[in-house]
């Protein structure tokens, strides 16, 4: 089930802008490609999009696996129903939306090939949690790709929680080898790690793909 907290408001107000051309091309876009390109070479019956926002990168998704299901979990209402309105020409038997927190997802055990994770991890408030969620979700084999924001250290870290700890909704940006650290402990093997380059102030978020045990 979703657990409403104040991160839930924060991104329904967000939605509305979510989809400006601008931020799309500069922020999300170099992201959603990289991560594509990345799993172009799979042949998923099964794929979750966790942290969907408005469902931009799960209607590529249903355009690059056409025999593929594909489905966008979400915390919040109006991101959810953002990426109905995109989703809505798509093949309905093909995709489902679904309210639910990262750690509390309601999938079956072992069911699903791949999972996509762009932009969200950062703001997962148990990441531990999330990970051992989606390595029961995945089937033995299957990937995990996540692309987001990273520090490059500890102390980094560290610090930008405690700001945004103090403005209400704590961002946890941790290093990529923390990262590769606590998917070892979830039962993954990472298979490739990297930074994405994107213009603009925003920094480059690190993508992690890595294979359920
Ligand atoms: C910056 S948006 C990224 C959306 C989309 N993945 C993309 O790349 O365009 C972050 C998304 O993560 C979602 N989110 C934040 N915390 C979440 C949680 N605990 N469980 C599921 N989704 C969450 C937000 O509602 C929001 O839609």
Redo the contacts with the bound molecule.
């Keep these: 089930m979703a657990r409403a907290d104040g991160?839930t408001s924060l991104?329904d107000r967000w939605s509305a802008a979510y989809d400006g051309a601008a931020l799309q091309r500069v922020a999300?876009r170099p992201?959603?490609d990289a991560v594509l390109a990345r799993v172009d070479d799979l042949e998923p019956e099964t794929v979750v999009?966790?942290?969907?926002?408005?469902g931009?990168?799960s209607r590529r998704l249903l355009v690059r696996f056409p025999e593929a299901t594909i489905v966008g979990?979400?915390?919040?209402d109006g991101?959810l129903a953002r990426a109905a309105d995109r989703l809505a020409s798509s093949d309905a038997d093909r995709y489902g939306l679904v309210r639910?927190?990262?750690g509390w997802l309601p999938l079956t055990r072992s069911s699903v090939d791949l999972v996509v994770c762009?932009?969200?991890f950062h703001?997962?408030?148990d990441q531990a949690r999330a990970l051992q969620d989606l390595a029961d979700v995945l089937r033995s084999g299957g990937r995990l790709v996540v692309a987001s924001i990273a520090l490059v250290t500890d102390v980094g870290d560290r610090l930008v929680r405690s700001v945004t700890r103090a403005g209400g909704t704590p961002v946890r940006a941790m290093p990529s080898h923390r990262m590769r650290q606590l998917l070892a402990r979830s039962g993954f093997d990472v298979i490739h790690q990297r930074r994405i380059p994107r213009l603009g102030p925003i920094g480059w978020p690190v993508l992690t793909d890595a294979r359920r045990r």
């Design positions: 991160r991104f999300y992201v959603h999009d966790l942290g969907c926002g408005t931009q990168l979990v979400d915390v919040s991101m639910a927190s990262a762009t932009e969200s703001w997962y408030p």
